[in-house]
């Protein structure tokens, strides 16, 4: 497999930050990483050019660092909740996915990008969770997803006074012998 360096031009989790020369696939590069201006081929010039942008990015990098920590301080007492169908072992018809929890939080008045949010299978049962968005490279938050069922307190209140009847029921039967 052919490998070539690239100078990355924006932060990429799987393969390193801003400014890093690494080597890559050809392929990935070719297809990927250059036509979406996230990385460069690592010439002696575009070095040089990037050394020259580095006080920039970096003085860019610390203000979007700066910024998530400002939106994850505001953010961490938040905590959504999705009522869904399910069955009677708390299954969901359906699911919570990262795209619903995205939607939740622009409802609150965050503005999220779904690739932040870190879930790696969709919710299919009902339950809490923990799901993490990621704001910034370094900067994480954990926000609690709560997943109930829908009408279940309603099924609860319905069980508890059917075996209500039924213990009134046994009491006036054993009264009648």
């Known amino acids: 497999m052919a490998t070539i360096n690239i100078l990355l031009r924006e932060d990429i989790d799987t393969i390193g930050g801003r400014g890093e020369i690494v080597k890559v696939k050809a392929g990935y590069a070719r297809n990927y990483l250059l036509p979406r201006g996230l990385a460069t081929l690592a010439t002696k010039g575009n070095i040089k050019q990037v050394e020259q942008e580095r006080t920039f990015l970096l003085k860019k990098a610390s203000h979007e660092k700066s910024t998530a920590e400002l939106q994850s301080d505001q953010m961490k007492d938040i905590s959504l909740s999705f009522v869904r169908k399910a069955g009677e072992s708390g299954t969901l018809f359906g699911s919570v996915t990262s795209i619903d929890i995205t939607e939740a939080l622009i409802a609150k008045g965050y503005e999220i990008d779904r690739r932040k949010v870190n879930l790696k299978d969709p919710i299919k049962e009902t339950g809490e969770y923990t799901v993490s968005v990621k704001l910034h490279r ?25 075996s209500a009847k039924v213990v009134e029921e046994t009491y006036a039967s054993d009264e009648e012998e």
């Open 138 to 162: 370094e900067v994480t938050l954990e926000i609690p997803v709560k997943v109930k069922a829908e009408g279940a307190v309603e099924a609860i209140e319905t069980k508890s006074d059917k």
